[in-house]
């Protein structure tokens, strides 16, 4: 069985803790998916035969770990889809990035366009869609000029959290695409999410650190 860490489960959820470097779902790459990973998990867990539905509602980029949820059924998948649409499915982030702030608190609002390349820019209105995100500063590390901070999320856009802090001048520590230029492993973790089980209508809340490795090194959690 897959050595999986999963944080809930039901007959129709499941919620997993995705490790850094892991797809979401199967590409062009053919490397392993946390999506095949999690259906493997109950297919022998429970023995099940044939193919086993197990409904992606959200996505994390490949280098960022943290928690995942997933639906068991179409109906969960149908519902869960429903509060991220309504913004009623919540998602906190942490993060390190370079610099440090003034201000311990604070908003973003730009408009982020995603280019052909599977990149993404700020841009205007006309040719952007709005992106949204609030942010706490939970300490700051002078000698190395780096923060740690709490980020949430309230839009979904392509690279969102990556490109705002970057044109804000805050780019995240080890972001080979939108940061400086380093080899190391990106310091961006889905901390939490909270929704409503599609069924019983309970709020639920699941919550995972980052391995105390690279750039989390530099700050107590």
């Not at 201000?103 to 995603?114: A, N």
């Not at 993404?120 to 709005?130: A, C, F, N, R, Y």
């Not at 705002?164 to 695409?177: E, I, T, V």
Request: aromatic share 10%; charged share 25%; glycine share 6%.
């Amino acid at each position: 069985m897959n050595k999986l860490k999963v944080l809930y489960e039901d007959n129709h959820l499941i919620a997993v803790e995705k490790p850094c470097n892991v797809l979401s779902q199967a590409d062009h790459t053919n490397d392993l998916d946390i999506l095949t990973m999690v259906k493997q998990y109950i297919k022998e867990k429970y023995n099940k035969p044939g193919n086993v539905y197990l409904g992606l509602v959200h996505r994390l980029d490949r280098p960022v770990g943290g928690v995942m949820v997933f639906a068991r059924t179409t109906k969960a998948a149908r519902r869960l889809s429903n509060q991220i649409k309504n913004h009623e499915l919540r998602k906190t982030y942490l993060a390190v990035v370079w610099g440090l702030f003034d201000k311990l608190s604070g908003e973003y609002q730009d408009y982020i366009m995603k280019k052909d390349d599977g990149t993404s820019i700020i841009t205007d209105e006309e040719h952007g869609k709005l992106a949204v995100l609030s942010y706490e500063v939970l300490q700051q590390n002078k000698d190395k000029n780096l923060a740690y901070v709490k980020i949430n999320l309230k839009t979904g856009r392509h690279h969102q959290i990556r490109v705002q802090f970057a044109s804000h001048k805050h780019p995240l520590y080890g972001d080979q695409r939108y940061g400086k230029i380093d080899k190391e492993q990106i310091c961006l973790y889905a901390h939490q999410i909270s929704f409503y089980h599609p069924i019983t209508k309970e709020l639920i809340s699941l919550t995972s650190y980052p391995a105390k490795k690279g750039g989390w090194t530099y700050f107590a959690m």
